[in-house]
């Protein structure tokens, strides 16, 4: 089976969210924003995995939409919780980066699946 770079990537970062949701909630206290930064940055794996199933390329770009969005909602709740002193900026960057950087992968995903033509011709 083909190595997935965008699956492998968002799964890993799916960990590193969960983890990051353990860190606030017990150390921080924090649980509002941390479960927002939880759903959103754990549902970008998921979505992946669902483009990955999907019937035809209409679904599996529509899924891959969704977790592109999922990104960068995750990014938002990332700089926000900088900004608010839950995180430091060595915390955050980290993080941040990894989101961007699957923000980058799946735009370069779209455009290259949207180009190709149709199977069916």
Known sequence: M???????KSYAF????VRLYQHLAAEKKEYVLSK?????????????????????R????????????EARETAYW?????DTDYLTATQFESIHADAEELC????A??????????DNS
């Open 14 to 17: 799916a960990v590193r969210i």
């Open 78 to 82: 990332l700089r926000l919780l900088k």
């Open 36 to 56: 927002q930064v939880l759903r959103c940055g754990t549902s970008i794996g998921a979505n992946v995995e669902e483009a990955i199933g999907g019937q035809s």
């Open 2 to 8: 083909k190595e997935n770079i965008v699956q492998q």
């Open 109 to 118: 995903i779209q455009k290259t699946t949207k180009k190709r033509p149709d």
């Open 104 to 107: 980058r992968i799946m735009t």
């Open 58 to 69: 209409a679904d599996f770009l529509s899924k891959l939409s969704i977790a592109y969005k």
